[in-house]
């Protein structure tokens, strides 16, 4: 199954994002993109990168895809066995999830578990 890259976040972008019953809007900047939450997935999805260009950050992937499907971050510590605080310093970029705990997640949030990982990497 070959999949597309629908854009990509800099750095120096202002994102922001709203779930609005099924679906969710991205505001980057001054445009709006309003999809289905079920393809929050292909946002994620990892991209050649290009000099100054970036796919976002694992920290931020992670806090968009847990809001997109809906979850606190204490039911996502809940789901995955782990503390409230372990959820939180992952969103934040204090630490980086294992490669399990990645899996875990990117199952949880249906996630590609391969650009998890290498937004892991890049952390």
């Given at each position: 199954?070959?999949?597309?890259?629908?854009?990509w976040?800099?750095?120096?972008?202002?994102?922001?994002?709203?779930?609005?019953?099924?679906?969710?809007?991205?505001?980057?900047?001054?445009?709006q993109?309003?999809?289905?939450?079920?393809?929050?997935?292909?946002?994620?999805?990892?991209?050649?990168s290009?000099?100054?260009?970036?796919?976002?950050s694992?920290?931020?992937?992670?806090?968009?895809?847990?809001?997109?499907?809906?979850?606190?971050?204490?039911?996502?510590a809940?789901?995955?066995?782990v503390?409230?605080?372990?959820?939180?310093?992952w969103?934040n970029?204090?630490?980086v999830?294992?490669?399990?705990?990645?899996y875990?997640?990117?199952?949880?949030?249906?996630l590609?578990?391969?650009s998890l990982?290498?937004l892991?990497?890049?952390?």
């Open positions: 199954m070959k999949s597309r890259q629908l854009f976040v800099t750095a120096s972008d202002h994102v922001s994002m709203q779930v609005d019953g099924s679906d969710v809007i991205l505001r980057i900047g001054t445009l993109i309003t999809m289905p939450r079920d393809r929050m997935g292909e946002l994620t999805r990892p991209r050649e290009t000099a100054g260009q970036d796919c976002g694992l920290s931020q992937v992670l806090k968009a895809a847990r809001l997109a499907n809906g979850l606190s971050l204490a039911a996502v809940d789901e995955l066995e503390s409230f605080n372990s959820v939180w310093r969103e970029a204090v630490y999830p294992s490669r399990s705990t990645l875990h997640l990117a199952a949880l949030y249906k590609s578990y391969e990982t290498i892991a990497e890049r952390a």
